[in-house]
């Protein structure tokens, strides 16, 4: 695979190379997401991936800092987070001994202690001030993952992070980086993030796969599974998205579906093994009971007559 040298660190060249790293770490994506890819990396920019829950937003970054020999940081959004759980805090417990320790040595310039204990060394860093940090394997991959979680004065300090890469702290100054991370931002749209931060990334929204594709991305994350079961697993899974379900299963799903039914020493589905694994398969006792029986059993026969009919 070419790629061209920026200070230490190496980025595709082109869509194509883009594809192939991400292959080569197991991520078989569409064309479009490795072209939004490769513009975010050639161009320093965060990268915004909005999709339905399991069709491999989060597990982009994990294959762009282990194909890159990148460190991933890793940030959980959820409601309540705040700057002490991403950003920083004071370590409060050390900052007292050190008050105390000069204290007893009669240290008289509280100025001048003032200034040690909010030094680096009291400084607790979370993924976002880490993530500023250089590295010798070049800048690491930051993940925000499912950013619709945090609350919106979060996402509005974001927004120096994801236009000029600094965070401001106010007992030290601003922490710069002196080149910008991969920032990978995802939600599963359970609420709209505001046009402002948008418009700091480049967005991309990530689909569930065709068929064709999902069968490609069995063989390569569930390659223990035969070629009938995995054709069937993925007819399956591509019929139970045009019901009316609350959540429809992702390809992780499908993945974990199919080695499941590995596990049982499954070579093809019936209607028994079906209905014992819907567990696996969906998360939500209303979608379970409503596929579960006849449902399963119509959508299998169903299956089947378009193998037959497409040999």
Request: aromatic content about 6%.
């Amino acid at each position: 695979m070419a790629y061209s040298d920026q200070m230490t660190y190496r980025v595709p060249t082109s869509i194509d190379d883009t594809l192939k790293l991400l292959q080569a770490g197991g991520y078989i994506a569409a064309r479009p997401l490795a072209t939004v890819l490769f513009l975010a990396l050639k161009l320093g920019r965060p990268l915004f991936l909005e999709g339905e829950a399991g069709v491999g937003k989060t597990e982009i970054a994990k294959v762009l800092a282990s194909a890159l020999g990148r460190r991933l940081l890793r940030l959980q959004c959820y409601e309540g987070l705040d700057t002490a759980s991403a950003v920083y805090e004071w370590n409060y417990a050390a900052q007292m001994i050190e008050i105390r320790l000069a204290e007893a040595e009669g240290v008289q310039d509280r100025r001048a202690l003032g200034t040690d204990i909010f030094s680096e060394r009291f400084m607790i860093k979370r993924p976002i001030l880490q993530a500023l940090e250089p590295d010798v394997a070049g800048p690491p991959v930051l993940l925000i993952d499912e950013i619709d979680r945090a609350d919106e004065p979060f996402e509005a300090y974001l927004l120096e992070v994801l236009s000029d890469y600094q965070v401001t702290v106010p007992e030290i100054g601003t922490v710069r980086a002196a080149h910008p991370p991969i920032v990978v931002l995802t939600s599963n749209r359970t609420r709209e993030i505001h046009d402002a931060l948008k418009r700091r990334c480049l967005y991309h929204w990530i689909d569930y796969p065709d068929a064709a594709r999902e069968l490609e991305i069995l063989h390569t994350r569930a390659p223990e599974a035969n070629a009938r079961l995995s054709a069937q697993v993925v007819g399956f899974v591509q019929e139970l998205r045009k019901r009316d379900l609350f959540k429809p299963p992702g390809v992780a799903e499908s993945i974990d579906w199919a080695s499941a039914l590995t596990t049982l020493d499954k070579l093809e589905l019936d209607p028994q093994t079906i209905n014992d694994t819907l567990g696996v398969l969906l998360k939500y006792q209303d979608d379970i009971a409503r596929i579960h029986g006849g449902e399963a059993e119509k959508i299998l026969q169903q299956i089947r007559s378009q193998t037959v009919a497409a040999t």
